[in-house]
């Protein structure tokens, strides 16, 4: 468990001097907005695939919903340089369900595979689109064939996002009382179907639905922290601020540790953390005056 006065240390640096701090334990870029962000993962993601293409190889990639803001900038980086997703294959990393582990209606916002149709193939040039066989959608009653699929040759790219207890897809901290999973589990778990945390289905129903936590899908279905850091690069990005901040800390700053399941990026040997400048904000680095018994008093 994360110690608090380890926590008030990290979360007291100021934004400012958090690129090439002396303490990260993995690599951090900094970014001024969305925009910037999206252009970059846009940018990242499109020029490995473009050099798997010159190589004459084919390209494997497990990619997020969300962060949203990369998919215009990718399809349109894509469709004027014309580069070809022909030999690429997708593997979602997750996907929500109900509290009966069901697929959600096509049209709630919480269906990811209808979101990634919409904005992330949807404006791609047909004859430059990745094929259908080649988009790997988690559900319920696929997980043994996508993690044979998965099994089968190495995942070149990882693009994420975080949650706001350093969940990478949807591998939470596991807060269960009677059922605790150490480091090495966490970082062997693979594709299954779990209840989300409260903690979870509290921050998105506060970022999507002004907290009606009611509409926020409690299941899901997800890859594991195995096959997300098994590729050879990994990278994750976020721009949506307040929720994300303290994670990015932990992440940044801490050992190892399964209460924020990001830390274990730092046993991967290329993996980097970008973050807009609001999510690399931290209220407490902006209040060196506030006092917390039994930790800076
Ligand atoms: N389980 C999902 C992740 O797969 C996704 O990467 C993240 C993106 O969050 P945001 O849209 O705030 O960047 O949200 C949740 O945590």
Known sequence: MVDRKLLYRWCSIRVEDLEN????????RLV????????LMAKELAEDIKKANIEGRSYRAIIPC????????????INENRISLQNVEIFHMDECLDWQGNLLAENDPYNFCSFMKKYFYGPILPELNVKEENRNFLRPNNIESIREKIELKPIDFTLGGWGQDGHIAYNQSKRHPFCHVSIEELKNSSIRIQENNLDTII?????????????VPPMSVTLGIK????AKKVRLFSDTGTWKQTALRVALFSDVDAEYPMTLLQNHPDAVITATYETACHPISEH????????NI
């Open 21 to 28: 701090h002396p303490d990260l334990k993995l690599p951090f």
């Open 32 to 39: 001024k907005n969305s925009e910037e962000m999206g252009e």
């Open 66 to 77: 969300g962060p949203k803001c990369w998919y215009e900038p990718f399809a349109k980086y």
């Open 203 to 215: 921050t998105l129903g506060q970022r999507s639905y002004g907290a009606a936590y009611q509409f």
């Open 227 to 230: 096959e997300c850091l098994s």
């Open 288 to 295: 060196p005056e506030w006092e917390f018994k039994g930790i």
